[in-house]
């Protein structure tokens, strides 16, 4: 009994360990001094060209079905603070020409400042002929199992 609570507790911090760095205090100060406000009070909209980048080209690997981006809109910047986690990310709201279809499409991506990577829980659906987001589904079905 003693060498299996050993060998979970070992397991456990070796799990912890070989996790991604979390982001730093400082990189949440530093994403925050990097917004701005117009004179109405509003967040200004990010509009960085090596961000847009990534994110198209995000979008021209994992959608073949997608012709062109056309907007590159920011959403918005979450940020999470816990005694054991620590993560922040923006949104952006991406507007697509998909093949086979006249109307402009909508996608959602994520953008993760600390690793500068660009993720998407969104997936094409053929019946409803939209993307509609998995990781909703996938969490139902954990919750539901």
Same mark, same amino acid.
């Given at each position: 009994?003693?060498?299996?609570? !050993?060998?979970? !507790? ?8 070989? *996790?991604?760095?979390?982001a730093?205090? =400082? ?5 925050? *001094? ?8 509003? #967040?200004?909209? #990010?509009?960085? +060209?090596? #961000?847009?980048?990534?994110? +198209? ?7 073949? $079905?997608?012709?062109?981006? +056309?907007?590159?809109?920011?959403? $918005?910047? *979450? ?19 998909? *093949?086979g ?6 996608? =959602? ?21 939209? !993307? ?8 139902v ?5």
């Open positions: 009994m003693k060498y299996l609570i !050993f060998l979970c !507790f070992l397991l456990l911090s070796v799990n912890i360990y070989s *996790q991604e760095e979390k730093s205090i =400082e990189d949440f100060v530093s994403e925050h *001094q990097g917004l701005e406000e117009n004179e109405s009070g509003e #967040i200004t909209p #990010i509009n960085d +060209r090596e #961000i847009n980048k990534k994110i +198209r080209f995000f979008i021209e690997e994992r959608f073949v $079905n997608v012709e062109f981006t +056309r907007n590159i809109i920011w959403d $918005n910047y *979450q940020t999470f603070i816990s005694p054991y986690d620590r993560y922040h990310y923006h949104t952006f709201i991406v507007q697509v020409k998909v *093949q279809h006249d109307r402009l499409k909508y996608l =959602e991506v994520t953008y993760y400042p600390r690793t500068e990577k660009v993720e998407s829980g969104f997936e094409w659906d053929d019946e409803t002929m939209e !993307f509609e987001d998995k990781t909703k589904v996938k969490e079905e954990a919750i539901n199992s």
